[in-house]
């Protein structure tokens, strides 16, 4: 059974900095897109970040674009956020999908969630 598997969350202060990682359990999802999401309390699961492979296209949210970077090498995936705000406060998911992932995909493999704390 694949397993992705995050860690990397904690409670920060506004403008820290934190590094996420995810490992996949098979090697084969070297070759899958691999991406995360993010689900604030009372709010719907959103789309972060993703990349197809480790030299390939990455994609982001416009609310992450200039502080968030994802970077992947082989079955990992890795989302480092610098200049964090209150609002990247959430449970950030893990996910993979047999083709590329963007903000309207439901992936079909998900972790189970790290929680990101920023405070003000």
């Known amino acids: ?11 920060v ?13 098979a090697r ?9 999401f993010r689900q604030a309390p009372g709010k719907e699961r959103e789309f972060v970040a ?3 492979w480790s030299g390939g296209n990455s994609y982001y949210a416009d609310s992450v674009k200039g502080r ?10 890795y989302l480092q956020m610098n200049s964090l705000r209150p609002e990247d406060t ?3 998911y893990c996910a993979a999908d047999l083709k590329t992932i963007v903000q309207s995909t439901t992936p079909r493999w998900w972790g189970q969630g ?7």
Do not use: H
């Not at 202060?13 to 359990?25: M, V, Y």
């Not at 968030?68 to 995936?77: E, G, H, K, L």
């Open 68 to 77: 968030f970077t994802i970077s992947r090498d082989n079955a990992m995936v």
């Open 13 to 25: 202060q506004a403008g820290d900095s934190l590094r996420l990682s995810c490992a996949a359990s």
């Open 1 to 11: 059974q694949v397993q992705l598997v995050e860690s990397g969350g904690g409670l």
């Open 114 to 120: 790290t929680q990101v704390t920023v405070s003000s």
């Open 50 to 52: 993703s990349k197809n």
């Open 28 to 36: 084969t999802f070297s070759r899958y897109p691999m991406g995360w």
């Open 90 to 92: 959430a449970v950030y």
